[in-house]
């Protein structure tokens, strides 16, 4: 389970990132950090496609980075890229959770037609 995360909270550029940054925690208590790149309607469910942040001064290449969205061409930030179920808590506020397989069957068919009407449309 995940939440978004306001820019005050890790000091995230909202320039830099996009406007939604959401904070996954795994089973040992280690946070990663992804930004919300599409959002994908199925049905009267919502999901997101989350792609992983990358904090380049862990990185073990030895050449300097660009330190935007786009990264270097060395393939150090080529980052984790998720599909996670958009539901409200008992709060009302948006949480992220992992798809049963079913439902990751359909947004992988979902996105698939949203790219061939987007490449329709070029």
Do not use: W
Request: with cysteine; proline share 2%; net charge negative.
């Amino acid at each position: 389970m995940a939440d978004k995360k306001n820019f005050d909270d890790e000091n995230f550029d909202e320039e830099e990132f996009g406007d939604v940054v959401v904070e996954m925690t795994d089973d040992e208590g280690n946070s990663y950090f992804y930004t919300e790149e599409m959002i994908i309607p199925v049905g009267d469910d919502t999901y997101a496609l989350l792609v992983e942040i990358h904090d380049h001064d862990d990185c073990d290449c030895e050449h300097e980075h660009k330190h935007d969205h786009e990264g270097c061409d060395c393939g150090c930030d080529d980052g984790d890229v998720i599909i996670a179920k958009i539901v409200k808590d008992e709060n009302g506020e948006d949480i992220y959770i992992e798809p049963t397989d079913e439902e990751f069957e359909l947004v992988q068919k979902a996105y698939e037609e949203m790219i061939d009407d987007f490449d329709e449309d070029e």
